[in-house]
Nanobody, 120 residues
Framework: VQLVESGGGLVQAGGSLRLSCAPS????????MGWYRQAPGKQRELVAGITSGGSTNYADSVKGRFTISRDNAKNTVYLQMNSLKPEDTAVYYC???????????????WGQGTLVTVSS
């Protein structure tokens, strides 16, 4: 099972994009879901995370501009990105931590990444 992201693309500074992510197959239960990003020459960093109960956390650089949400019934997570800046340019990766089947241990699932490019 992999996570499948969509919604990336090219946008001008100040614009908006909405990323979506859902698993390609069945996952028994998912606890946390989140979005990471990796810019050229930089390490991957956490952008935003959300628990199954709806608690969220954000990187300081995106607070007030990005909003993470999820649909537990669909195991889908979204990232609404507003007021985009050139420094938000990166490959964005979806992550989910969950159990593949009852009684199994937790596992980290990752998407293949979607490119977001913000032009100045």
């Amino acid at each position: 099972v992999q996570l499948v992201e969509s919604g990336g693309g090219l946008v001008q500074a100040g614009g908006s994009l909405r990323l979506s992510c859902a698993p390609s197959g069945s996952i028994f239960s998912i606890n946390t879901m989140g979005w990471y990003r990796q810019a050229p020459g930089k390490q991957r960093e956490l952008v935003a995370g959300i628990t199954s109960g709806g608690s969220t956390n954000y990187a300081d650089s995106v607070k007030g501009r990005f909003t993470i949400s999820r649909d537990n019934a669909k195991n889908t997570v979204y990232l609404q990105m507003n007021s985009l800046k050139p420094e938000d340019t990166a490959v964005y990766y979806c992550n989910a931590n969950g159990r593949p089947a009852p009684g199994w241990g937790r596992y980290d699932y990752w998407g293949q990444g979607t490119l977001v490019t913000v032009s100045s």
